[in-house]
């Protein structure tokens, strides 16, 4: 589990985006889209979900896109080429149902775009007409837009600023895309907020829609409870049972106060250990 490879995606305003390949061969023969892995930077750390964003079954390497916002992640974001994770275990969840849709939307906010990625690949593998909306606060936040380009019919952009693109958000063009012409499936991954904006418009149509849940996780095996999420007025554990579910079904709401639970504890520590 030695990263050989380390890349920052984007640095700015606060908001730094880092890019690590890892030597993982036992995740490399089994990940599938949409899957995660769980890691844990050192004995004493925490345990984080992280998509695998790709891999390369020669080198025996997984791709790990991640902000670093909380103390494990910025933990993570300090390691070196050469360094190695305590541990990783996956691949987890279940993987994305991949087959010919006919027309997809593929929707991705901020570092939420990383976990499109590799639905995006497999999608246009499987024959898929592909349209990706890509959301950032602005230009330099923006990742992966050429990756995407290569596996979509067509891409489009909205920053907030608008300094790239549509100003605006990522629904906007949704609106738009939903006028053209009919679509059979939307798969969206980013901030909540955006998300649930997302159900919200594709409800209106009626398209189904398929989210990739970032619920707080702690075990990630079904044994702790942490991840709980209500879809269809039953509990589910976004570990085991997701990540992805039906928007349609999700309850918005209380999954955003779940989400906010620790903030203030998290900034606490970050600020303990100075970073």
């Known amino acids: 589990m030695?990263?050989?490879?380390?890349?920052t995606l984007a640095d700015i305003q606060n908001t730094k985006i880092t890019r690590v390949d890892i030597t993982c061969p036992?995740?490399?023969?089994k990940v599938e889209p949409g899957q995660f892995i769980v890691v844990m930077v050192s004995e004493e750390g925490e345990r984080i979900p992280l998509t695998v964003v790709d891999k390369d079954i020669g080198k025996g390497t997984i791709t790990l896109i991640f902000q670093e916002v909380g103390l494990t992640t910025k933990l993570l974001g300090k390691?070196?080429?050469g360094d190695s994770l305590y541990a990783l275990a996956?691949?987890?969840?279940?993987?994305?149902?991949?087959?010919?849709?006919?027309?997809?939307?593929?929707?991705g906010g901020g570092v939420g775009i990383a976990e499109i990625y590799p639905v995006a690949k497999a999608l246009n593998e499987a024959g898929n007409h592909i349209d990706?909306?890509?959301?950032?606060r602005t230009k330099s936040l923006l990742i992966l837009e050429d990756g995407l380009k290569e596996v979509s019919n067509r891409v489009f952009v909205a920053t907030d600023d608008g300094s790239y693109g549509q100003k605006g958000f990522t629904t906007d063009i949704l609106k738009k895309l939903l006028i053209e012409r009919r679509y059979d499936l939307i798969y969206a991954v980013g901030p909540i907020p955006m998300m649930k904006s997302v159900s919200l418009v594709s409800k209106q149509s009626g398209i189904t829609t398929a989210v990739s849940l970032n619920s707080l996780m702690v075990d990630a095996t079904g044994m702790c409870g942490c991840c709980r999420v209500t879809v269809g007025g039953k509990t589910k554990f976004a570990c085991v049972d997701g990540p992805e579910f039906d928007a349609h079904l999700v309850d918005w709401e209380e999954l955003e106060r779940r989400n906010n639970i620790?903030?203030?504890k998290e900034k606490h520590i970050c600020n303990l250990h100075k970073l």
């Open 79 to 81: 390691l070196k080429i």
């Open 262 to 264: 620790y903030i203030e």
């Open 2 to 7: 030695k990263i050989i490879h380390k890349e």
């Open 132 to 136: 990706t909306v890509l959301g950032a």
């Open 26 to 29: 036992h995740v490399v023969r």
């Open 90 to 107: 996956g691949p987890l969840g279940h993987p994305t149902e991949i087959k010919k849709y006919g027309n997809v939307i593929l929707v």
